[in-house]
């Protein structure tokens, strides 16, 4: 079990990066104001909305976990599906893209 535990906890680790490098894009593009990683119950970044309202989100890598996530908290959930093997440069650009187009269509 303790094995699942390091494992499921770097896969998280991994999908939280990959949400940051992609916020720092949307960021450095105009289309958020800012934000910042928070690692709280319920919550793993704030976002900074050009009108300068919050947004909370929450990341997880699989779908089983985003549907537990979303019983116990309102936060909206970006799915990473986070692939267990190193991305090369070329895969994890189309990775993040993906994200982007996720937590977009999230945003108010």
Do not use: C
């Not at 940051?20 to 709280?40: A, C, H, M, N, P």
């Not at 985003?66 to 990473?80: E, N």
Request: charged content about 35%; glycine content about 6%; hydrophobic content about 30%.
């Amino acid at each position: 079990m303790q094995f699942g535990k390091r494992r499921g906890s770097k896969v998280g680790r991994q999908s939280e990066t990959l949400v940051r490098d992609t916020l720092q894009k949307l960021k450095d593009s105009g289309k958020i104001s800012d934000f910042e990683e928070v690692d709280e119950p319920g919550r793993d970044f704030i976002i900074l909305l050009l009108d300068g309202s919050n947004f909370d989100l929450e990341v997880k890598s699989s779908y089983k976990r985003a549907k537990a996530h979303k019983k116990k908290y309102k936060t909206p959930v970006v799915v990473t599906r986070n692939p267990w093997s190193k991305l090369s440069e070329p895969e994890r650009e189309l990775f993040i893209e993906s994200i982007e187009k996720n937590i977009l269509k999230l945003l108010p």
